[in-house]
């Protein structure tokens, strides 16, 4: 939903790291070569960026607050 604010397996914090990656590899530019620039070598902090699917538009949707 939100991107991780640390890798899920050894903590290093790649919550800043998410934008650049996205608006970077959406302009077309190669994902491997994308982490390589922002120094993201160990392989489960690539997972976590690599699959993260962002869904919170989705889910705010379904969570409006009613008042009285």
């Known amino acids: 939903m939100i991107v991780p604010i640390r890798c899920w ?5 790649l919550g800043h790291l ?5 608006q970077r590899v959406l302009k077309g530019e190669n994902p491997e070569k994308v ?7 160990r392989y489960c902090c690539r997972r ?8 919170i538009d989705q889910v ?5 607050i009613e008042t009285e």
Do not use: K, M, N, Q
């Not at 982490?35 to 070598?41: E, H, Y």
């Open 9 to 13: 397996t050894c903590g290093r914090p």
């Open 18 to 22: 998410w934008e650049p990656f996205r």
């Open 35 to 41: 982490l390589d620039d922002l120094g993201v070598t």
């Open 48 to 55: 976590t960026l690599l699959a993260h699917i962002e869904l």
């Open 60 to 64: 705010l949707e379904y969570s409006r």
